[in-house]
């Protein structure tokens, strides 16, 4: 892997920095991530990145099994 600088304007890093956040990724895997896409490399991954596995259903809801559709929807008026 190569080290790269990027200039990005305050706005811009702002959005990559809170959807890495949502995502609970660095800024650095989304970045790779989003520029693999632009390239047309989607799912050429070498090796599983068992990390990103961490957490992946947490919630924190206790009512999930029987308000999911509630859930759901909520996030679809979003």
């Not at 070498?46 to 099994?65: E, M, P, Q, T």
Request: cysteine-free; hydrophobic content about 35%; proline content about 0%.
């Amino acid at each position: 892997m190569v080290r790269t600088q990027v200039q990005l304007e305050d706005e811009t890093y702002e959005e990559v920095r809170r959807l890495a956040f949502s995502q609970r990724t660095s800024i650095s895997a989304l970045m790779r991530k989003m520029i693999n896409e632009g390239l047309g490399r989607r799912g050429r991954r070498k090796r599983l990145d068992v990390a990103l596995l961490a957490g992946i259903g947490k919630s924190g809801k206790k009512d999930i099994s029987s308000r999911h559709d509630d859930y759901l929807a909520e996030d679809f008026k979003r």
